[in-house]
């Protein structure tokens, strides 16, 4: 099934071998814990980029490759070729892949959202769309991103596409929506996670309040929903971090008590730059420091199962084109795939393993 990829897996395997020291991905495989990372398919023919993640990562995502405005060109055609690379790499390194996302009011092609459907049809065409999508990955998508970014910053649900504008059906009915969305997707595939996805929810807030309140109100009444994705994109070092990992623990501890898995999904730690696009010695000592307490708040409860980072080298990173060059150096290894000092701080926290009781 490889293309281009095909032919540096061999390399791969080899250089993953012959690692002379622990990786992240050694030290979590002994916890149970996965540690992954966010991938573009067209850089995996790259040796350097390959051989790190093989090396150093059990869990691959695909940054763009499984949304909306990738798989479906135009309402007739669905196209897996990119998603299936990054399926195909994984399975050739013995890698998990989480399935990013099924519904989200950004990312989707104009052909969707310029078409004037009405809400009869844009509920045949999402419930087509998760069917196919997860019938088509069954058996090697672990867990999806059922619905990302559903609520705005004061935790209601967020006007979009799918809920009312103009919706499937169900607008003005708050997480209805949502709720029909995770039923179709446990119909698509009963044995994939189902998680809903969310940024600024990951402490103690408005927003992780309400996530918390959906969780609750689904489990009791039985709608499919397995896990959280926390995303944490950290894009300051200014506020107190002792503060912020004790509130990513208590609302790890209070979701998981509810009966489903956490996952950090998207965890990066942006820098602010210099003119010469470097930052300061001092920033990535403090960068180090919020990786390892942001870890560790995962590893204090057993039913935070995964940590992943949105990317891992500054050469691909989106932050800089985010950021319009103003910030950068927010994951684990440098332009040069040089493992940073947030690396080493990740490595040493999962090595040291799970508190002794979780």
Not at 48 to 68: G, Q
Not at 237 to 266: C, F, K, P, W
Request: hydrophobic share 40%; with cysteine.
């Amino acid at each position: 099934m490889l293309s281009d990829v095909g032919r540096v897996v061999a390399l791969v395997l080899i250089t993953a071998t012959l690692s002379p020291t622990q990786s992240l991905r050694q030290a979590a495989d002994h916890d149970g814990l996965l540690i992954g990372t966010a991938v573009r398919p067209s850089q995996l023919s790259e040796t350097a980029y390959a051989s790190t993640l093989a090396r150093e990562f059990n869990m691959v995502e695909a940054e763009d490759a499984m949304k909306w405005w990738v798989l479906r060109p135009d309402r007739a055609t669905y196209d897996f070729r990119k998603g299936d690379e990054v399926v195909r790499f994984a399975e050739a390194h013995q890698m998990k892949v989480r399935g990013h996302c099924l519904v989200w009011g950004r990312d989707n092609p104009d052909w969707l959202t310029q078409g004037h459907f009405t809400t009869r049809q844009l509920a045949r065409l999402l419930h087509e769309h998760i069917s196919r999508v997860m019938k088509h990955y069954a058996g090697h998508v672990f867990a999806w991103d059922v619905v990302n970014e559903a609520l705005d910053e004061y935790g209601s649900v967020r006007d979009s596409l799918w809920y009312n504008q103009p919706g499937i059906g169900l607008s003005g009915k708050g997480t209805a929506y949502i709720e029909q969305v995770f039923r179709w997707a446990h119909r698509a595939d009963p044995h994939a996670l189902l998680f809903y996805n969310e940024a600024e929810g990951e402490g103690m807030n408005r927003k992780s309040d309400a996530i918390y309140a959906i969780v609750r109100d689904f489990k009791s009444r039985g709608v499919p929903i397995d896990g959280v994705g926390l995303q944490m994109h950290i894009p300051t070092l200014d506020a107190d971090m002792s503060t912020i990992a004790a509130d990513v623990s208590s609302n790890i501890a209070r979701l998981t008590a509810l009966g489903v898995q956490v996952h950090i999904t998207e965890l990066d730690v942006s820098l602010p730059l210099d003119s010469g696009g470097a930052p300061r010695a001092e920033d990535l000592t403090r960068q180090a420091a919020v990786y390892r307490s942001l870890v560790r708040a995962c590893l204090n409860n057993p039913g935070c199962t995964a940590i992943q980072t949105w990317g891992f080298t500054d050469k691909y990173s989106w932050i800089g084109s985010h950021s319009h060059g103003a910030r950068g150096h927010a994951v684990p290894f440098d332009r040069a795939y040089q493992p940073k000092s947030a690396y080493h701080a990740i490595l040493q926290e999962l090595s040291a393993g799970r508190s002794p009781g979780h």
